[in-house]
């Protein structure tokens, strides 16, 4: 399986790629994405069950600051149980919300 993430305008982010974080005068360079992740949520008698699949973000600064983001699952979950039971592997997607964009260069 390989795991994909894309900002929020459909362009791939892997590690080494500068993104814009917020604003223009935010730049950054994607350090590490986890591999995929169950989270979990409570329902109202404090029982888990699995809400999503998520990856992490890690992104560092040109100061050396850095920050972590969370990338959502975007692959379609049908697909991706009949491609299962067809012993097919598929590539999983992953979508950050918008706080990054990947920088372009013209």
Known sequence: ???????YK?????????????????IATVTAISEPDVVCDEDEWGREYAHRIEVDIEI???????????ARSITNAYAAVMAAEAGIEIDEEFEESGDLEVVIDS
């Open 1 to 7: 399986m390989n795991v994909i993430v894309y900002d």
């Open 10 to 26: 459909r362009n791939e982010m892997k590690v080494g790629t500068r993104v814009i974080y917020g604003s223009s005068e935010n």
């Open 60 to 70: 560092r600064f040109d100061d050396g600051s850095t920050d972590k983001l969370r």
